[in-house]
């Protein structure tokens, strides 16, 4: 069983940084891929970054791209996501999965079948 626990949310200012982590007790083993999904008030719960462990390819959503990096520690069972140039529609609970996804499915929530319970992003003014 592979629980997630994310770290790092918080409050920022537009312009800012943030660095979330997430990391996987229980090892990677079981897992190919790690991912975030983020979800803001009053919306669904959309693709941000994904890591596969096998090779270190790295998918973004196109609104992120460019801004947000996602990497990957092995030996600390542990993805990372660095978020750049925040703005105002980055406000949302971050959420971290790990699963077993084929790469057509890496940036669908049905990919993954384990979830971290979220951390609050929110970017102000």
């Known amino acids: 069983q592979v629980q997630l626990i994310e770290s790092g949310g918080g409050l920022a200012q537009i312009g800012d940084s943030l660095r979330l982590s997430c990391a996987a007790s229980?090892?990677?083993?079981?897992?190919?891929?790690m991912a975030w999904f983020r979800q803001a008030p009053g919306k669904e719960r959309e693709f941000v970054a994904a890591y596969r462990w096998d090779g270190g390819y790295t998918y973004y959503s196109s609104t992120v791209k460019g801004r947000f990096s996602i990497s990957g520690d092995k030996s600390k069972s542990t993805i990372y996501l660095q978020m750049n140039g925040l703005n105002a529609d980055d406000t949302a609970v971050y959420y971290c999965?790990?699963?077993?996804?084929?790469?057509?499915?890496?940036?669908?929530?049905?990919?993954?079948?384990?979830w971290g319970q979220g951390t609050q992003v929110t970017v102000s003014s």
């Open positions: 229980g090892g990677t083993a079981g897992t190919r891929a």
């Open positions: 999965a790990a699963g077993r996804p084929i790469v057509a499915s890496i940036t669908t929530i049905g990919g993954y079948g384990y």
